[in-house]
């Protein structure tokens, strides 16, 4: 099925290591954006991109680096683990990010633990 | 970015009518009123989305207020399924497009 997609599911990552988060989409959307989510909170914006080549700091950009080198994919790089970053990350999409009048499509998440 | 204001949690009884409320008072007029619930350990999923009027899709209908200060969503029949956090979000028409998240109102369904 058409969607977005993140791999892995699942991951356990020790203090200062890296990794890198992957979120690909088969829909031809411009708009892609990086989100965490701690326990009983709502989402927070990390990274967005509003096409390949163009990337922007969100709410929380501190310790991530994003590229986009194509229209389907935006990976999320943790560059030095840390355990504040143990949270659930979901990626989202949408046709273009200027036209509110089209919904967005989120990932089913990654569930980071750092320790 | 103008803000909302949803309370924290609502009950309903499976199979009975739920209005979801969300205030918006300093709403523009080209914020599109979004909605978005997120099932437990789901991503968010999209629900609805309006401008002035009402609108309805499979899932819910939107109910936007005349003066677009507030808006209620409803789900007809509530079901188990539609336990969940849902979240009204203002979206600007030209902006990069961002969904700003709140805390969103935490939904209850009893059978």
């Known amino acids: 099925n058409a969607g977005v997609t993140q791999t892995p599911k699942f991951q356990v990552l020790k203090t200062g290591q890296s990794m890198t988060l992957q979120c690909a989409q088969d829909?031809?959307?411009?708009?892609m954006s990086w989100y965490r989510q701690d326990p009983g909170m709502g989402l927070r914006l990390i990274h967005y991109?509003?096409?390949?080549?163009?990337?922007d700091q969100g709410e929380v950009p501190n310790g991530y680096n994003v590229s986009r080198s194509t229209t389907e994919d935006f990976p999320l790089r943790l560059l030095s683990a840390a355990p504040s970053q143990t949270s659930v990350y979901f990626c989202?999409?949408?046709?273009?990010?200027?036209?509110?009048?089209?919904?967005?499509?989120f990932g089913s998440g990654t569930r980071l633990t750092v320790v | 970015d103008a803000k909302t204001t949803q309370p924290n949690s609502m009950e309903s009884n499976e199979e009975e009518p739920v209005h979801l409320p969300c205030n918006h008072s300093?709403?523009?007029?080209?914020?599109?009123i979004h909605w978005y619930r997120q099932l437990p350990s789901q991503g968010p999923e999209y629900v609805i989305h309006?401008?002035?009027s009402n609108v309805n899709n499979r899932m819910a209908s939107l109910a936007i207020a005349e003066d677009r200060k507030s808006s209620t969503l409803i789900l007809h029949r509530a079901t188990l399924r539609d336990a969940a956090v849902y979240y009204c979000?203002?979206?600007?028409?030209?902006?990069?497009?961002?969904?700003?998240f709140g805390k969103g109102t935490k939904l209850s369904v009893k059978p």
């Open positions: 989202a999409s949408t046709k273009t990010g200027g036209l509110p009048g089209l919904g967005y499509t």
């Open positions: 829909m031809n959307h411009e708009y």
């Open positions: 991109s509003v096409g390949a080549g163009i990337t």
């Open positions: 300093t709403i523009s007029g080209t914020d599109y």
């Open positions: 309006g401008l002035t």
């Open positions: 979000i203002l979206l600007q028409r030209g902006s990069q497009g961002n969904l700003i």
